[in-house]
C-alpha cells in the first residue's frame, strides 16, 4: 500500500507554468512505476506522463510533450511535473498514481493507488 498526496496546483495564465508534487508513503517509493493523469470535466481521465523506478525512462501523451516534464526524487519519496507554456486546455485536476508493475506507460489500468488530485486552472 501507498499513500499519494499531491500538491502546488492553482490558477495559472496562458503561457505560465507551474510544477506539482506528488509526496508518497508507505511501502518502498522506488518499488513503483510514477504516472499523471488528468481529468477535465465531463471528460474521462486520460494519461499525461509517466516515469520508470529508476527515473531513467519516461513517456507523455502527445498533448503536452516539449511542454512538461516528469521527473522523481527516490531518496524524497516525490515525483514531479514541471508545467511550462500552460493552455487553457490544460485545465484540470491532476492526479498522480503509482504502478507496482515495471513499466506502465499509458494503462491506466496498470496504476493501483492514486492520490485525492490538486486543481489546475489555466485561464485564457
Known amino acids: 500500500q501507498v499513500q499519494l498526496v499531491e500538491s502546488g496546483g492553482g490558477l495559472v495564465q496562458a503561457g505560465g507554468s507551474l510544477r506539482l508534487s506528488c509526496a508518497a508513503s508507505?511501502?518502498?517509493?522506488?518499488?513503483?512505476?510514477m504516472g499523471w493523469f488528468r481529468q477535465a470535466p465531463g471528460r474521462e481521465r486520460e494519461f499525461v506522463a509517466t516515469?520508470?523506478?529508476?527515473?531513467?525512462?519516461?513517456y507523455y501523451a502527445d498533448s503536452v510533450k516539449g511542454r512538461f516534464t516528469i521527473s522523481r526524487d527516490n531518496a524524497k519519496n516525490t515525483v514531479y511535473l514541471q508545467m511550462n507554456s500552460l493552455k487553457p486546455e490544460d485545465t484540470a485536476v491532476y492526479y498522480c498514481?503509482?504502478?507496482?508493475?515495471?513499466?506502465?506507460?499509458?494503462?491506466?489500468?496498470?496504476?493501483?493507488?492514486w492520490g485525492q488530485g490538486t486543481q489546475v486552472t489555466v485561464s485564457s
Open positions: 516515469i520508470s523506478r529508476s527515473g531513467g525512462s519516461t
Open positions: 508507505g511501502r518502498t517509493f522506488s518499488g513503483y512505476v
Open positions: 498514481a503509482a504502478a507496482p508493475t515495471s513499466w506502465a506507460r499509458s494503462n491506466i489500468n496498470a496504476y493501483d493507488y
